[in-house]
């Protein structure tokens, strides 16, 4: 798997990107039911909105998405806000997990990963630090690996994440979204949102191949 898939920063496939903390979280008040005149709010998550406004594209990224869909430029640009939004979802609810379980980041497998992929990063002058990169890598992998044992269920194959264990993401999320801590008001996004959960899925990987003993890159 090529490090580019993993390194691109376009809107389109946006990396989960997971940190933790180094203590377990205080436990998260209800967020109060949402007023949404503007509709600028598409979810609340543990309390903190997620909206369009902060979803939007940058003005170059919108330039680039306008000269690529043309007279589909409105549609592709609410699409890429829900692909946005989403990722913020995941980032909030998972950063939370990880606090909660008290994953320590793995320094060995930062080494490991900037050391294959430090001249990659170079010549693609990535506008993040290969040691940023590494850390979000190898936190988004142990994560995982937690969210997988703690679940289990089908794992899939994605561009952005070549073994995403897809129904314990599910598992997860539900979960929040049971206990008042995950809403999503926007309809549009909450329809996207789940419907990436529902099977069957393009690219399931076959349980005997499934393995997070150790990470993609070694």
């Known amino acids: ?76 640009l609410d699409y890429v806000v829900r692909v946005n939004a989403s990722t913020k979802i995941y980032e909030l609810v998972l950063e939370d997990y ?3 379980k008290v994953i320590e980041l793995n320094q060995t497998l930062v080494t490991k990963f900037t050391e294959k992929f430090a001249s990659q990063v170079s010549e693609q002058k990535s506008s993040k630090p290969i040691e940023e990169i590494a850390r979000k ?3 988004q992998y142990q994560t995982e690996k937690a969210l997988f ?12 994440n070549p073994q995403m264990p897809i129904d314990a993401y599910k598992a997860l999320l539900t979960r929040y979204r049971q206990n008042n801590q995950l809403q999503i008001v926007d309809e549009a996004l909450k329809e996207a949102f789940w419907d990436v959960f529902t099977p069957p899925f393009q690219y399931e990987i076959a349980p005997e191949n499934v393995d997070f003993a150790q990470p993609w890159w070694l």
Do not use: C, W
Request: aromatic share 6%.
């Open 1 to 76: 798997m090529g490090i580019i898939v993993f390194l691109r920063v376009s809107l389109l496939i946006s990396l989960f990107v997971f940190t933790a903390q180094s203590a377990n979280a205080e436990p998260q008040s209800q967020p109060e039911p949402v007023q949404h005149s503007d509709g600028n709010i598409l979810a609340v998550v543990l309390g903190q909105n997620v909206t369009r406004t902060d979803a939007m594209p940058n003005e170059k990224e919108q330039k680039e998405i306008k000269e690529q869909a043309k007279e589909d430029y409105e549609d592709m």
């Open 98 to 100: 990880a606090s909660k």
């Open 137 to 139: 890598q190898v936190m």
């Open 149 to 160: 044992e703690e679940f289990g269920g089908r794992v899939v194959f994605r561009q952005s």
